[in-house]
Each structure stands twice: as C-alpha cells, then as structure tokens.
C-alpha cells in the first residue's frame, strides 16, 4: 500500500478546515512525454516549493513533481507552529555534537523561522503569522526544567523572548487545569499551513519554476543525467532534489532508513465563545511525548492536534483526538467536531533533520519530526545553495549523527508503536 493513497482522493485535498478556508491554485498540468530541467524536485509541500521559488530565482530551469496537489501533505495539514531552534534543547545537541555546531544550528533555527516572515511579507502570501506559542507543563519538574532552559538561552544565546509562566499565570491564558506553568516564546508564532504552502507555490511560479500536479514519481534512474519517470512522462535533470518526507516510500532507501513516517491527527470544533479555551491568539505544545498541540482559527475554532499512529489506515479520527482534548479542556465535551484530518510527517530517532547525499548530484532533505514548516521551509533553500555550489550549511546538518530505525522497512512501524505505546503509558501515568 502507498501511504500517498491510503487514506486520500487522488489528486483532492483533504477535508480539513485549512482545506474549506483557503483558495486553491488552478489544477497544474500533469508531466507529459519527455522534457529536461537544471534541476528536477520530487514532492510539493514546504521543502520542495521553497527549493524551486530559491533555484528559480538564481535562474534555474526547474521541475516539480507533486503526486497530487501541492500542499497535499503535512505542509496543508499541520499544526502551524513556527518557532525557532531545533526540535529538541540545545543542550542534547551539545552533547551530541558540540558547542559550535551547536550554536550554528540555532542559528539556522532562527533563520529557518526569520525565512517564513521574510517570503510571507515579501510575496504578499495571505498568511499573517500571529505571535506566541506557549510550551505548557503538565508535571511541576517539567516547569522547573522549562523555565531553567529559558534562563540557559538567555544567558548563553542571547535569546530574551521567553517568558516563564507560574501556574496562575499559563491558566490566566490557557483554560485548562491540566498545566502547572510552561513558558511563552514571543519570537514564535503561528500560521495557516495551506494558505502559507499555497503563497510559496504562487511565488514559485512567478519566479519561473514548472510544477506538474497529479504527477506520481514512478521511478528514479540515478547517472550523470538522472531521469526521473512519472506514470505520463519523465524529466532529465542535471540534479534532483528529494522532497517528499513521510511520503518518500521506497524512492531512496537509505533515506528510509533514517527517516520514519508517522501519522498525526487534527479536529476543528465549532466556532466557541471568546475566552472558553484561550484568552490571548497563542498557540500551545504541551509536555507529552505524545504531544498535544492547539491554537484558534480565525474564527475562534479550537485546531486541537493529538494522537499518533505508525501504520497506513488512520484511525478513527475524531475518537482519537477528542480524548487528549477532553483531558486538556473538559468543558468541550458538549462541543461539536466540524472537521478532523489526518496526515502524515516524519521524524528521526534523534529528533533533528535528516539531509543526505544521496549521489553526488541528488539531495534530500526530510525528518523535520513536527518542526518542519519553518525548517522545511528553509531546506529548500539550503539545497538551493548547494545545487549552487554553496554546500556549507547543507554540510552542517548532514553531519549529524542521525541513527537509522531497527527492523528495516517491514518491523520498523511494529517496533515503532511498541515503543511510542510505552512512551504513552508513561503519559498516562504521569512518570
């Protein structure tokens, strides 16, 4: 089974609320017969569009191939969270590869997150991006652990936006008894994913890039000339750049070896009075492993994120998210369900990117683990770079140890869920 047909219409967005509140592009044409490119990308979410608006703008000859829609993926479906940084503490990647490369990967956290506000102002995309995203607590040392790192990124990275919230004060924002304090980082924020993934496919198209919708990649043949074949046609390319994350397949398999797909689950509930669940427009990630992670919409809906599954067929979508959110804000039990999506991401075992060589003149880049919409966003740039000659960041993330998933293809989901149920237990009972 494919994970890009599992679950959705070939060629249709899914019915999620960011679906029912953007406008679409018109249909771009599907690859027909042969034609060629400087640089051919696989995948048209937030890595992909950013890397063809980038190489379009150096004056590239660009390709890009999208199995359905652009923004079909987790770029359409996601929680909308910028926020700087990696996805894990800097200290952790201390230790994993040492102060310097360290601080040069907050950089490019910063950067990633600079990049969305820079492209969103600068191609006047319909996507404000709105401030403050809350990471909330919900045990007493965790609070402790929070508010000791915001002090450590002050003082050793000169990173003042965070504020550290008591009890008293994350529930004067967040309506919920669950959290006893967290932090609130000014300098993130938070977006409307398909509205933002639409506005760079616009962007890229103005710039000059080609991008084939309905065009499912069927093979890649490797050379000096690589050819990349669709059911309709194929595209010669001096480079290729794989941009396709959880729905990579067996494409590149020693991607696939690094990087795992997972499925992440969305509601959106009816319209609520003001002040029922937030009092200010943040959004929150909260402290489970199995995160839970909401914001407002635009008319005043609660996006609640919850739940995980590591095979092809989602669950039951509702039932599954309505649990976490009922334990986070009990007072929506009576409330209706309007939308709720799934979608598929992926993550790495250390929780960084995975970018890799995987010939000389083919890059990929995925693994985001629910960081990806502004470090995808900036990976497409990157691998711009490096098309370009420019390799020294694309390098840097390379470099990072990133350990490869027991079991190969056929145990790794298994193995996956045994683990992730463990981690959910623990959630549970509060360890």
């Not at 209706?336 to 995987?358: E, H, Q, S």
Request: hydrophobic share 40%.
């Amino acid at each position: 089974m494919n994970l890009l047909f599992a679950n959705d219409r070939a060629g249709h967005y899914p019915t999620s609320y960011y679906a029912a509140t953007a406008h679409p592009l018109p249909v771009q044409p599907p690859l027909k017969g042969a034609t060629r490119a400087d640089v051919c990308i696989i995948g048209g979410g937030y890595t992909g569009l950013s890397a063809a608006l980038h190489l379009a703008e150096r004056g590239y000859s660009v390709r890009l191939l999208e199995a359905h829609r652009v923004g079909f993926g987790a770029s359409g479906r996601n929680g909308g969270q910028i926020g700087p940084g990696q996805r894990i503490e800097q200290d952790a990647i201390e230790r994993m590869v040492g102060r310097a490369d360290a601080r040069a990967l907050w950089q490019m956290g910063l950067d990633a997150r600079d990049l969305v506000h820079d492209l969103i102002a600068r191609h006047g995309m319909e996507c404000p991006v709105a401030p403050g995203v809350i990471h909330a607590d919900w045990q007493a040392d965790g609070v402790r652990h929070s508010h000791a790192y915001a002090e450590k990124l002050a003082r050793e990275y000169a990173y003042q936006d965070l504020e550290p919230l008591d009890r008293a004060q994350i529930q004067d924002i967040v309506r919920s008894d669950a959290y006893k304090g967290g932090v609130l980082d000014h300098g993130a924020g938070h977006l409307h994913p398909l509205r933002y993934t639409l506005g760079l496919a616009k962007a890229a198209l103005a710039a000059g890039a080609v991008i084939h919708e309905n065009a499912l990649v069927v093979a890649l043949e490797r050379g000096a000339k690589p050819i990349i074949r669709t059911q309709t046609g194929h595209v010669q390319a001096d480079h290729v750049i794989l941009a396709a994350n959880g729905y990579l397949g067996g494409l590149e398999r020693r991607v696939a070896s690094k990087v795992m797909p997972i499925n992440n689950f969305i509601v959106a509930t009816q319209p609520l009075p003001d002040g029922t669940v937030l009092t200010r427009n943040h959004a929150v990630a909260d402290s489970k492993f199995v995160i839970n992670y909401f914001r407002l919409s635009d008319d005043n809906r609660l996006l609640f994120g919850g739940g995980e599954s590591y095979g092809y067929r989602f669950p039951d979508i509702v039932r599954t998210v309505r649990k976490p959110m009922l334990q986070v804000f009990p007072q929506l039990a009576e409330a209706k369900i309007d939308y709720a999506w799934g979608g598929t991401l992926a993550i790495t075992r250390a929780r960084l990117p995975c970018f890799m060589r995987v010939a000389p003149n083919i890059l990929s880049a995925s693994g985001y683990s629910g960081h990806g919409v502004a470090l995808a966003t900036l990976a497409g740039r990157i691998m711009a770079e490096t098309v370009a000659g420019q390799s020294e960041r694309f390098d840097l993330v390379s470099r990072l140890p990133l350990a490869t998933f027991p079991g190969g293809q056929s145990l790794r989901s298994p193995l996956l869920a045994l683990a992730m149920t463990w981690f959910g237990l623990r959630d549970r009972l509060g360890l």
